[in-house]
T-cell receptor, first 112, second 114 residues
């Protein structure tokens, strides 16, 4: 089955710790995206990548980092510099251009 | 600043009624428009795409686009309790470096009561 796999489903971070959220897609999509959603809020773009080895900051990139070494994978690291990381993190992918994005099931991150 | 605004809601309709969800956008260069449904605690699911002016129907859903008025709407006919969710409007612009990036509204929460 083609789709977008995010792992883990739930993640807990200790103070001062970096954590990495995984996102893998087998849809052969060129572009991948990371969003953050807070309770009752819309989606806010963290980072996006339209091609391997290239990515751009979104609206709330501070405290986050990404890599795009393979077309299928776009991991997100939440660094200790992100002081309020508790949120629902969503990964999406799309073909290039005006195509819709499709989402993974998300990762819920909380602070211990 | 690219803005996508949705009617604030929450919207509550009886089962069998038509639910009307509205969205306006600020960037005249926007080229593609999407509606996503998000159930509580779940990820967004694409339900409609529309690219040209007019209506597009898919089952009980109809998307309407008016680029001159910078307005896109979603009608849900014969609403069912299973339609109760938050509906997100998303807009794609035509700028080269950000082509593909979607701008989302904050969503409208719909409740369909039996």
């Amino acid at each position: 089955d083609g789709g977008i796999t995010q792992s883990p489903k739930y993640l807990f971070r200790k103070e001062g710790q970096n954590v990495t959220l995984s996102c893998e897609q087998n849809l052969n999509h060129d572009a991948m995206y990371w969003y953050r959603q807070d309770p009752g809020q819309g989606l806010r773009l963290i980072y996006y990548s339209q091609i391997v080895n290239d990515f751009q900051k979104g609206d709330i990139a501070e405290g986050y980092s990404v890599s795009r070494e393979k077309k299928e994978s776009f991991p997100l690291t939440v660094t200790s510099a992100q002081k309020n990381p508790t949120a629902f993190y969503l990964c999406a992918s799309s073909m290039q251009g005006y195509q819709p994005q499709h989402f993974g099931d998300g990762t819920r991150l909380s602070i211990l | 600043q690219k803005e996508v605004e949705q009617n604030s809601g929450p919207l509550s309709v009886p089962e069998g009624a038509i639910a009307s969800l509205n969205c306006t956008y600020s960037d005249r260069g926007s080229q593609s428009f999407f509606w996503y449904r998000q159930y509580s605690g779940k990820s967004p699911e694409l339900i409609m795409s529309i690219y040209s002016n007019g209506d597009k129907e898919d089952g009980r859903f109809t998307a309407q686009l008016n680029k001159a008025s910078q307005y896109v709407s979603l009608l849900i006919r014969d609403s069912q309790p299973s339609d109760s969710a938050t509906y997100l409007c998303a807009v794609n612009n035509d700028r080269g470096s950000t082509l593909g990036r979607l701008y989302f509204g904050r969503g409208t929460q719909l409740t369909v009561w039996p």
